[in-house]
């Protein structure tokens, strides 16, 4: 006897989709309405630190898709601390564990910076890819590998490919964390919401349009091709920043030491970072920093 075939989503009940939509949804904003010291707008700049872990996650042992990553370690990283360091600005650096076991020198350094150090998967896992069990295990061992090599405990997760699962949730809440930066439902900072139930999680929201892989990225066999140049990258993300400032809200930046950090890339974050700074009332903050200050102002 054969298995009934699957339900096509048209035939689904509503109980079913409405089941699915609610597992991780947008709940409360936690935009507050006042950010520290009388600051208009917040910038959190972020650095997902992937380095070689791109082609170890898919298996590819090409010493040349790997010596691509090795360069967010080699030359992106030096760039990307001493532009901070020059602007006085902390970050956050989220880093696969494997990264940080391949380069534990540069997160212990990072850290010591005052940055703050963030999950983001075992080796780049596809979290939707995994067997059961198997994330939550993947993510447990990333945060104690990350506080052994940082000396601190992370306190948020950025999924890898912001791959959220159906199960991440439940882990983020099992591990008390204070933050997630992988959904994008609003501009500002969020509440998760779990079955419509609150979680006291907080959503810091991405986006692909204020990420530099998806305009510089450049895998040889496939159609990804840094189309954009960086005067077109800066020009978005100028117009992301400057609407931030105009609503007084947040403005969040993902990017990738071995995309962001080649030289006529990181010359645009420079460009991008004085014209943030040339605007008054601008709180730039660690990831851990802006949902711990929207977390408290709502309550």
Not at 97 to 108: D, G, I, N
Not at 253 to 266: A, E, N, W, Y
Request: aromatic letters at 8%; glycine letters at 8%.
């Amino acid at each position: 006897m054969t298995d009934q075939p699957a339900k096509k989503p048209w035939e689904w009940p509503e109980e079913h989709w409405r089941h699915i939509v609610s597992r991780a949804y947008g709940g409360r904003s936690l935009a507050p309405k006042a950010w520290p010291n009388g600051a208009r707008c917040c910038v959190a700049l972020s650095f997902d630190a992937d380095h070689e872990t791109g082609p170890l996650r898919d298996s590819d042992e090409s010493p040349m898709r790997i010596s691509q990553g090795q360069y967010g370690s080699r030359q992106g990283m030096p760039r990307i601390r001493r532009l901070l360091d020059q602007h006085g600005i902390k970050a956050s650096f989220f880093y696969p564990a494997v990264s940080a076991l391949l380069h534990p020198e540069e997160v212990r350094a990072v850290a010591d910076d005052g940055h703050e150090i963030g999950i983001h998967s075992w080796i780049h896992e596809a979290n939707t890819g995994l067997p059961p069990g198997v994330e939550r295990e993947l993510t447990l061992r990333a945060a104690d590998t990350l506080e052994k090599v940082s000396g601190r405990r992370p306190v948020g997760i950025r999924t890898a490919s912001w791959d959220f699962s159906v199960d991440t949730l439940d882990i983020i809440r099992e591990m008390g964390l204070l933050y997630d930066s992988s959904l994008m439902a609003d501009d500002e900072p969020y509440e998760l919401l779990a079955h419509g139930e609150p979680t006291g999680v907080v959503e810091l929201p991405p986006e692909w349009i204020r990420d530099d892989a998806p305009y510089m990225n450049m895998l040889r066999f496939s159609a990804i091709r840094p189309y954009t140049p960086p005067s077109g990258v800066e020009e978005i993300f100028r117009a992301e920043f400057d609407g931030a400032y105009a609503e007084g809200g947040t403005f969040l930046l993902t990017m990738h030491p071995h995309v962001i950090g080649h030289r006529s890339r990181i010359a645009l974050l420079e460009r991008l970072v004085e014209h943030i700074k040339g605007h008054e009332g601008i709180w730039f903050a660690t990831h851990a920093e802006l949902a711990q200050w929207c977390k408290e102002q709502a309550k």
